[in-house]
């Protein structure tokens, strides 16, 4: 569907489209003993504290030009922390063209965009496994959007934000506005994949997939780091200390770890 930029600014009325990005991360980590993985949730829970999540989902309102309206930030025992934040921003008077661009978004000192209602949400999620050896770090980040900016524009900042080893993000358009002549408008701006707003110096370093449903405006793409490195998995010491059989079963039992979530199914 391709509008121009003055098509899309003659709207009955608001533009009432809902546009939500979930925005899900994983950091695997290799944890020996009980002390090991107490150490790195430790870590992990200062690491992304809630107020560091906080400052994070801050810069998200920053690139997406919105007025912060209430803050709700909590930290959990015994590990975990969750941020809500509902913002908005007044009345556009000119949509700015940027925000149709199928492109990476902005970093936090650039130029900001501009959007009507929203709210941003973040929850980590560590965890291990029972039988020690495997930690995990979850943090599923929500943006949802209404109006005419598309909160992919904050996606090349949240990838940035985090130290991923597999992301997963979903895009969708919800409900509909109406034109002048009150014909209805599903989505107000072209889409191919997600893929589109993450810069090529990142998706140089993953492994990508789809999964769009093109006639529901819902998008799907999930990411996986092609390189490893045994050292960026191991908490507080390097391979060097590790036998060569130990640096072999520790490293299939990471990547098959990170191929389970990848794939979503558990790999016999």
């Known amino acids: 569907m391709m509008l121009t930029p003055e098509q899309r600014i003659q709207l009955h009325g608001f533009n009432n489209l809902t546009k939500s ?10 944890t020996k003993t009980r002390e090991e993985r107490e150490a790195y949730i430790e870590y992990i829970d200062e690491q992304y504290n809630a107020e560091r999540l906080t400052n994070i989902l801050k810069n998200v309102t920053d690139i997406i030009g919105a007025h912060v309206l209430n803050i709700a930030k909590q930290d ?4 975990g922390a969750s941020v809500t934040i509902l913002v908005s921003e007044g ?4 949509v700015p063209t940027e925000s149709y661009d199928e492109s990476p978004g902005p970093l936090p000192e650039a130029v900001a965009l501009s959007l009507d209602k929203s709210h941003i949400t973040v929850h980590t999620y560590p965890e291990f496994h029972p039988n020690e050896g495997i930690s995990t770090f979850r943090a599923d980040i929500d943006v949802s959007t209404c109006g005419e900016i ?3 524009k904050a996606l090349n900042y949240l990838i940035h934000s985090f130290d991923t080893d597999i992301m997963t993000m979903d895009y969708r358009v919800r409900g509909f506005t109406r034109d002048i ?10 889409i191919s994949s997600i893929q589109n707003y993450i810069p090529d110096e990142v998706k140089e370093q993953y492994d990508m997939i789809d999964v769009n449903i093109y006639q529901e405006n819902i998008f799907h793409t999930k990411c996986k780091l092609k390189k490893f490195d045994l050292n960026n998995y191991l908490f507080g010491y390097t391979k060097e200390k590790l036998s060569r059989k130990e640096q072999d079963e520790i490293t299939d039992r990471l990547t098959r770890e990170m191929d389970e979530i990848f794939y979503g199914k558990n790999i016999n």
């Open 181 to 190: 002549n009150g014909d209805k408008l599903f989505i107000d701006h072209d």
């Open 21 to 30: 990005l979930s925005f899900n991360m994983y950091d695997i980590c290799f």
């Open 91 to 94: 009345p556009i008077v000119e």
């Open 150 to 152: 598309s909160p992919l």
């Open 76 to 79: 959990y025992v015994p590990q």
